[in-house]
C-alpha cells in the first residue's frame, strides 16, 4: 500500500483539473498500479517557492503496487510537466485517523497565532491540542 | 512519604494518547513540535521519547520536501 503526494502546477491545475488527474492515473496504471483512492486538497500556498510557484494544488492518491514499479513510477512523474514535485511514502496501515487535520484548508488562527505563543504556553497548549484530536 | 507522591507520567505526550507513528501530512500538530523559526524542538525541550522523536523528524521532513512546512521561516 503506497500513498503519493502530488504538488501540481497551478495553471495546469485550474485549466484542465481532469486532464490532470487522468494523466497521473495513467501513470500509475501503466505501471502496474491499482489505484485505491483519490483526494484533492485543493490550491494551496506553499511554504517556500519551487521553480518560481508560490501557490500549488495537492493531490494525493493511495494505491497499491508491486515494489519493483516504484522506481519507474518516480522516475516518470519527475519527467511530467503537470507536476512539480511527487512524494511517494510506503504505509501499510493507511488509518482514518491519519487524516486529522488535512481534509478542511488549515483555519487562519493557527497559521497566524500560534507562533507568538511563549514557549512554556506553548507546550501546554499543545499538549491540549494534540489530545483533543487525538480523542476525536 | 509514600512513592506516589513522586509518580509523574513520565512517558512522552504520545505514548500517552496512544499514536504509533507521526503523520507528514498533520502539519496542524507539526508546527507546534517547530521553533518560529522552523527548527525541530530538541527531545529535551519536547520531552518525546526516542521512538517518537525519530516520527517527529521524518514527518517534518517530509512536510517540508513537499512545502506543507518551511525550511527556513
Redesign the interface.
Known amino acids: 500500500m503506497y500513498e503519493g503526494?502530488f504538488?501540481i502546477d497551478n495553471t495546469h491545475a485550474s485549466m484542465e483539473w481532469d486532464n490532470v488527474v487522468k494523466h497521473i492515473h495513467d501513470i500509475l496504471q501503466k505501471n502496474g498500479a491499482e489505484i485505491l483512492k483519490t483526494e484533492k486538497w485543493g490550491e494551496k500556498k506553499?511554504?517556500?517557492k519551487?521553480k518560481g510557484h508560490k501557490r500549488?494544488t495537492?493531490l494525493?492518491i493511495h494505491f497499491n503496487t508491486k515494489s519493483g514499479a516504484i522506481t519507474a513510477i518516480k522516475r516518470d512523474f519527475q519527467l511530467s510537466d503537470y507536476i512539480i514535485?511527487s512524494?511517494i511514502?510506503k504505509d501499510d496501515k493507511i488509518e482514518e485517523v491519519?487524516?486529522?487535520?488535512?481534509i478542511e484548508p488549515?483555519p487562519a488562527r493557527?497559521?497566524g497565532a500560534?507562533?507568538e505563543i511563549k514557549d512554556a504556553e506553548?507546550?501546554e497548549?499543545?499538549?491540549m491540542?494534540?489530545?483533543v484530536?487525538?480523542e476525536a | 512519604m509514600s512513592k506516589k507522591r513522586f509518580n509523574r507520567t513520565s512517558k512522552c505526550?504520545f505514548c500517552r494518547?496512544?499514536?504509533e507513528e507521526l503523520?507528514?501530512?498533520?502539519?496542524?500538530?507539526l508546527?507546534?513540535?517547530t521553533t518560529?523559526q522552523g527548527k525541530l524542538f530538541s527531545r529535551k525541550r519536547?520531552?518525546n521519547c526516542a521512538h517518537h522523536q525519530h516520527s517527529v523528524k521524518l514527518s517534518v521532513k517530509?512536510a517540508?520536501?513537499?512545502?506543507?512546512?518551511?525550511?527556513?521561516?
Open positions: 503526494l504538488l506553499l511554504a517556500y519551487i500549488g495537492y494525493l514535485r512524494l511514502v491519519s487524516q486529522i487535520g488535512v488549515i493557527n497559521t500560534t507562533p506553548l507546550l497548549k499543545t499538549d491540542a494534540i489530545n484530536t487525538g | 505526550r494518547m496512544g499514536v503523520d507528514y501530512k498533520d502539519t496542524q500538530n508546527v507546534k513540535l518560529n519536547s520531552g517530509r517540508r520536501f513537499m512545502a506543507l512546512l518551511p525550511y527556513v521561516a
